[in-house]
């Protein structure tokens, strides 16, 4: 199933400025999730970012929170978005059935936040070269665990490639920075 640009949302999970240091290959991970933010912000994509106990984790990274200016952000306490009051409403206003998922921890507030997302009937694809754990052990289980249980699992460039669906358009032409 291919990812359509206006059947879906963004939702960037928990990259934050205590956490993110710890992350295993971090670069990528915040790379990959402000070209994704940068795609979602030029196309008209709605985006979401999630801030885990912000007292405690701090809130997420400047380059994010820079790059999300047009996003609505959300604190939480629950690991999963999904468990946290009123998210899911807040999701399903958009009216898109598709979630693309970034962030961290991927075995853990990720995880449980694409499951969530899934019961409550959203088609959710996790971007793997934009999600990310302390250690590449639970980066990998929690994508097999994922896969497993019918998660989509993609890369930044399916997803703006998939938004994009044909070249030689001005939204291509936009775009095209962030795909060299």
């Not at 665990?145 to 939204?171: K, P, S, Y």
Request: aromatic share 6%; charged share 20%; with cysteine.
């Amino acid at each position: 199933m291919l990812i359509r640009r206006a059947d879906s949302l963004l939702l960037v999970v928990d990259i934050q400025q205590k956490l993110a240091p710890a992350i295993h290959d971090s670069e990528r991970v915040v790379a990959n999730s402000l070209r994704l933010l940068e795609g979602a912000r030029q196309l008209g994509i709605p985006a979401f970012v999630s801030e885990q106990y912000v007292k405690g984790l701090g809130p997420s990274l400047d380059a994010i929170r820079t790059a999300a200016v047009d996003a609505k952000f959300f604190e939480k306490t629950h690991f999963s978005c999904a468990a946290e009051p009123g998210v899911v409403d807040l999701l399903r206003a958009a009216k898109r059935p598709q979630i693309i998922l970034t962030g961290t921890e991927i075995h853990v507030c990720v995880l449980q936040t694409a499951f969530g997302l899934q019961a409550a009937g959203f088609e959710v694809y996790l971007v793997a070269d934009a999600a990310s754990s302390r250690t590449p052990e639970n980066r990998s289980a929690a994508i097999e665990r994922m896969r497993a249980a019918g998660i989509g699992i993609v890369t930044t460039e399916m997803v703006l490639f998939e938004w994009l669906h044909q070249a030689g358009t001005d939204d291509f032409r936009k775009l095209l920075p962030l795909i060299k």
